[in-house]
């Protein structure tokens, strides 16, 4: 059992947070209220960030000193919505979101995954057709083995799992959702997810 806090309310946050209970963690989800963030990384050994990404960087400075020698696990994209509401363009082009996180908190242990599919996929990959992939990027071979562990409690078996390397390899990654619009608008909002077949 492993205590974790996942950041972030809404359909990502809160299936994450229900199918990591399921699996026997300790898992606080912090809601919008003043210091529910902060009470909640404080007593975290793992951190999910799963707040909408326009937004996660200022969020996430701003718990600085609650997120010292945690696991940031930073599961979101960060966009520049279009007017329907999908991912038009990168808000950090040249760079993502994880970098810029791992940057701001050096003191904190940065894992990018779980941002290239559907948040129905995250919980559920088993449910898909083929088997999805799931990406880590990050610095720390510790705290990716870590997070692997997690994806096991999560129902990714480990062949799904591909370690990209760094931390820069995050802008992979989420350059990737830049193909969501698409294939909703081609194929309608049914679950997918990027897989890497061989």
Do not use: C, Y
């Not at 229900?18 to 902060?38: I, K, M, N, Y």
């Not at 050994?45 to 997120?67: D, F, K, M, Q, Y």
Request: aromatic residues 4%.
């Amino acid at each position: 059992m492993t205590t974790i806090a996942v950041l972030g309310n809404g359909r990502v946050g809160g299936s994450l947070a229900l199918a990591l209970t399921r699996a026997g963690h300790e898992v606080t989800a912090a809601d919008r209220s003043p210091g529910s963030a902060a009470d909640a990384a404080r007593t975290a050994r793992i951190v999910i960030n799963a707040t909408p990404g326009a937004g996660s960087l200022e969020r996430l400075v701003a718990l600085r000193e609650e997120l010292r020698g945690k696991i940031l696990v930073d599961v979101s994209n960060a966009t520049v919505d279009g007017p329907d509401g999908l991912p038009a363009d990168l808000l950090h082009p040249g760079s993502s979101l994880a970098e810029q996180l791992q940057e701001a908190l050096p003191d904190t242990r940065v894992v990018k995954t779980l941002n290239t599919m559907l948040h129905t996929v995250m919980t559920a990959p088993a449910a898909l057709t083929q088997a999805p992939t799931a990406f880590l990027s990050g610095e720390d071979p510790e705290a990716k083995q870590v997070v692997r562990g997690l994806l096991a409690d999560l129902g990714w078996q480990r062949e799904w799992i591909t370690d990209l390397g760094g931390i820069e390899t995050a802008r992979a990654t989420e350059a990737a959702i830049l193909f969501v619009p698409h294939v909703i608008r081609s194929s309608g909002f049914a679950p997918f997810a990027i897989s890497i077949t061989r």
